[in-house]
């Protein structure tokens, strides 16, 4: 316990100790110093962390016990240039800058500087010279491409063929040869894939058209658009899809397995889900005490390293799921029959079981291949009905489950998780696929109780793994989850204070009480729901990294992602890792783990980014018919282009442009609030404001508002 202790209070990162030196770049620190400034409970390894920045040459200790920020680059004509790896964040005229991690300042490079890297493209860059306390620099080497395939407009003229792209923030032309194999028109919609990137900015980008959308803007059109827009291949190679079809389904590997068949097992999954990846088995023993097994489909056990299979999987990341359809990480005969926990069938698994005593308490868990059999597929719908009506099948296991669901989630809480639950938006779509209702999916404890026991098996798998070998740690993929950004959480504290409500930011356990109290509150009183996704602004991005440095959010020194091998790559290659580590010890390369994480974290983004443009469109498409119509909504946002609306009745979220507002407004800094300069008026986030639905732009999946007249 001291040791979880003690690992909790230095969640800190070397970026957020860097970004406080970098704010106060002329004032030299101690430990003490920092300790006080921060808030810290205790000091931990923070004077670790101060010694690795000043490898790095980011700090200088100018004492024994104090140090000074020395920048991106050190002074000196001599110094040796700095190399650094970064993200490529495009500007519409051409620049860009590169934001890398562990830096607290983004790198500006020029479009001639950039060498043919593009937006989201992770790259290596070399910084120049620092130029009134701004980091300059040239793209050195392009690490990895964030996407190969475009969507845009074929044009045919008299000596040469394009596909005008209009993505913000580039619009490019892409040169094409007319492939007589796809049938294409002037101005229809096409995807290609590029043969050849430029290099320098007068260079042409040379592709091959892949696919014809056709020019008819269909909702299939849209979604298959969004799907290419985010990199995500419509279909899987041939080479891959027969692959597929040559494995065979095979339960005869009874060897190093344990036999969970004939113990009680189920799925629960939503109602038109068809990869079930997770089960739950319930064994009673004759001391009371409790068998609860968290079975996963055993993908590695079909799915070979560096098949191609594997590599097309690594390729896509994770399954895709939008509004109307999924694309799937896996090939159909793979994520829906073969590792799909269905029931009535024998399935292969890699399960944790936990054996609680009488009290609820885990006296023991184990870990290993398995073969189950489930004996019932619930939907989530009627797990809830079962439990709220107290009868039915399964109905004492149920029970059960959900009883240490509860107790387990209570001691969650209680140790610093953060319970936030997001607002999800979903779509009841007529048999044309067009968007009649929109609804917020309901929470069950059926939902909680699954959750719970996934966490519980990652939970498990990320901490055998951490204490494998505690001198040299075995390289492994952690899901990890950095503390708050500091900066916006105390903007986010005196927005709140406004509101009525108090947070206390001392340390992050108390950041995360305060939280806690938050939802509580929120959940009680509409009017501070807006509090909730400013909140989970100020938190950082969830990511796969090999450096565990814990999970804030969920209060977890070890975490990892083990619980859906089926949809996402990275519980793959936990699986394999692990499995390799059971019985001896085995280590992958680092630097190859390291390039995976980072791969497989963009492609999440990517697939966030996708679902939310799928949900804006129907959410558009729903809205057209409401064109001229007022509504009652809340202002979410601000920037200077205008307020975002969300629609109090619809859900729906549009844009009020400030060409809209009779008044001139300026944007405060923090983006929390906007006040008139022509009058004493003021606008806040969580204001609510009549609008006018003025246009359902289908094109760029937006809503623009208006305000009545009357206003």
Not at 33 to 49: F, M, V, Y
Not at 423 to 449: N, S
Not at 595 to 612: N, S, V
Request: glycine share 4%; net charge positive; with cysteine.
């Amino acid at each position: 316990m001291k040791k979880r202790k003690k690992k909790k209070v230095t969640l800190l990162s070397s970026n957020q100790i860097l970004k406080f030196f970098a704010t106060h770049p002329e004032k030299a620190y101690g430990l003490s110093a920092i300790k006080r400034k921060l808030h810290l409970e205790k000091l931990g390894d923070l004077e670790n962390i101060l010694q690795q920045l000043e490898k790095k040459k980011l700090l200088e200790r100018i004492s024994p016990g104090k140090w000074l920020y020395k920048g991106l680059i050190s002074s000196g004509k001599k110094q040796k240039e700095e190399l650094l790896e970064g993200t490529v964040d495009m500007a519409r005229a051409g620049f860009a800058y590169i934001l890398c991690k562990g830096v607290s300042r983004d790198i500006f490079v020029s479009a001639k500087n950039l060498n043919g890297a593009m937006d989201g493209d992770f790259v290596q860059v070399r910084l120049t010279r620092i130029y009134v306390n701004k980091p300059e620099g040239v793209v050195q080497k392009i690490i990895t491409r964030s996407k190969s395939q475009f969507v845009g407009v074929y044009r045919s003229y008299k000596n040469h063929d394009i596909v005008i792209v209009d993505e913000y923030p580039q619009v490019m032309e892409i040169y094409v040869k007319n492939d007589s194999q796809i049938e294409i028109n002037d101005f229809d919609r096409a995807i290609v894939e590029i043969t050849k990137w430029k290099s320098r900015p007068g260079d042409r980008m040379m592709g091959v058209i892949t696919e014809n959308l056709g020019r008819e803007k269909t909702i299939d059109m849209e979604m298959k658009s969004i799907i290419a827009e985010n990199g995500f291949p419509l279909h899987f190679p041939e080479s891959v899809t027969k692959e597929a079809e040559e494995i065979v389904e095979s339960v005869s590997d009874l060897k190093n397995r344990k036999d969970f068949r004939k113990i009680c097992t189920f799925t629960i999954d939503p109602i038109d889900a068809k990869d079930f990846d997770d089960a739950i088995s319930v064994q009673i023993n004759s001391d009371k005490s409790i068998d609860i097994g968290v079975h996963i489909a055993d993908v590695s056990y079909y799915v070979k390293p560096d098949s191609a299979l594997d590599k097309e999987a690594l390729r896509r990341g994770n399954s895709v799921y939008l509004v109307d359809r999924v694309i799937p990480m896996l090939p159909e005969k793979l994520s829906n029959e073969l590792c799909s926990l269905r029931p009535k069938e024998d399935k292969l698994t890699f399960s944790v079981v936990f054996t609680f005593d009488e009290h609820g308490n885990i006296k023991k868990h184990w870990i290993g291949r398995t073969i189950i059999h489930s004996q019932k597929r619930f939907s989530y719908e009627e797990v809830q009905k079962i439990l709220l009506a107290k009868k039915g099948i399964l109905r004492k296991e149920l029970e059960l489950v959900n009883s240490l669901a509860k107790k387990i989630r209570t001691e969650r809480l209680k140790n610093g998780a953060i319970d936030f639950e997001s607002e999800e938006v979903r779509f009841k779509l007529d048999e044309l696929g067009q968007p009649v209702q929109i609804y917020i999916k309901e929470r069950f404890d059926a939902h909680k109780l699954i959750e719970e026991f996934m966490l519980l098996a990652n939970k498990y798998v990320a901490t055998h793994m951490a204490f494998k070998n505690k001198v040299i740690p075995i390289p492994f993929v952690y899901r990890i989850h950095d503390i708050p950004d500091p900066d916006k959480l105390e903007d986010f504290m005196f927005f709140a204070r406004e509101m009525g409500v108090k947070l206390d930011l001392s340390t992050p356990k108390k950041v995360a009480k305060s939280l806690n109290n938050l939802a509580e509150l929120v959940r009680s009183n509409p009017d501070l729901q807006i509090l909730q996704p400013l909140a989970i602004r100020t938190m950082a991005k969830a990511e796969y990294n090999p450096d565990n440095i814990g999970h804030y959010g969920l209060a977890f020194d070890n975490y990892t992602h083990f619980t859906s091998p089926i949809r996402r790559y990275s519980d793959l290659i936990v699986h394999r890792i692990l499995f390799d580590n059971l019985l001896a010890e085995k280590r992958y390369r680092l630097d190859s783990l390291q390039a995976q994480c980072r791969h497989i974290t963009t492609q999440e983004k990517k697939a966030m980014d996708a679902e939310r443009a799928s949900t804006k469109y129907f959410q558009v498409l729903y809205m057209s018919k409401f064109v001229g119509k007022e509504f009652e909504g809340r202002i979410t946002g601000m920037n200077d282009r205008g307020f975002y609306i969300e629609l109090i009745q619809t859900k729906c979220e549009g844009v009020l442009p400030l060409s809209e507002i009779p008044y001139e407004l300026e944007v405060a800094g923090n983006r929390l609030s906007a006040n008139s300069s022509t009058s004493n008026l003021e606008w806040k986030i969580g204001d609510k404001i009549k609008i006018v639905v003025l246009t359902a732009d289908i094109d760029s999946r937006e809503l623009i508002l208006g305000l009545p007249k009357s206003n």
